[in-house]
């Protein structure tokens, strides 16, 4: 595994096809408040590049374009809060979507457990390690175990995708899958502006 670190955009020498995995650390889980500070991002082979977004420089236009095109496919893990995140601080509509964990829940329901360590330890028996996921990415300097957390969130996500889709056409849920992806943008969008915890559906 390499990981490359960039400051506030990708290099021009950086390009990705198909797809790539791609996950985001924050301050904290209140958007609006908690800035963007990390964006990770994979194209599977085994290596990752993170963007650290320092002093909130958010004129990174090599990876908006990465974004927004929607030729790529961007895979991610609760992608509900990533695309809330970068499309907020990016200024943008992240585009050709896949998330393991909408998936993992329409065909594992035969556990509770559908984060990211879960399923790697599931699928791919890959252990993970969290110890880094509350801690301050606000700073100048990532540490190397920042670094190397960062990565991980991003490294198997092609690997899950692979996997999820099978079991997914596998029982039969695959168009449920998709429809659900379709409204991933207006659920985006409803967070933001403030109906993230208003189940509209209710009685």
């Not at 209140?30 to 085994?46: W, Y």
């Not at 556990?111 to 990211?116: K, R």
Request: with cysteine; hydrophobic share 40%; net charge positive.
């Amino acid at each position: 595994m390499t990981i490359y670190l960039h400051q506030n955009d990708l290099p021009n020498d950086v390009q990705f096809s198909g797809s790539v995995a791609v996950d985001s650390e924050t301050m904290g889980l209140k958007i609006t408040r908690d800035r963007l500070c990390l964006v990770q991002l994979s194209a599977g082979n085994g290596d990752a590049h993170l963007v650290h977004l320092i002093n909130k420089n958010y004129d990174a236009p090599n990876l908006k374009k990465l974004m927004s095109d929607a030729n790529i496919e961007k895979i991610f893990h609760y992608a509900r809060f990533d695309m809330a995140a970068i499309g907020y601080y990016l200024s943008i509509d992240v585009n050709n979507v896949f998330c393991t964990k909408i998936a993992s829940k329409l065909v594992r329901t035969y556990t509770d457990a559908h984060g990211l360590k879960s399923l790697c330890d599931e699928l791919l028996k890959v252990e993970l390690s969290k110890k880094q996921q509350s801690s301050d990415w606000g700073n100048a300097l990532i540490t190397q175990k920042q670094r190397e957390y960062a990565a991980n969130d991003v490294l198997y996500l092609h690997r899950l995708r692979d996997i999820l889709l099978e079991m997914l056409i596998r029982e039969k849920r695959q168009k449920i899958f998709q429809k659900t992806i379709d409204f991933l943008p207006t659920r985006v969008k409803m967070d933001l502006i403030g109906f993230g915890k208003v189940d509209i559906f209710s009685h």
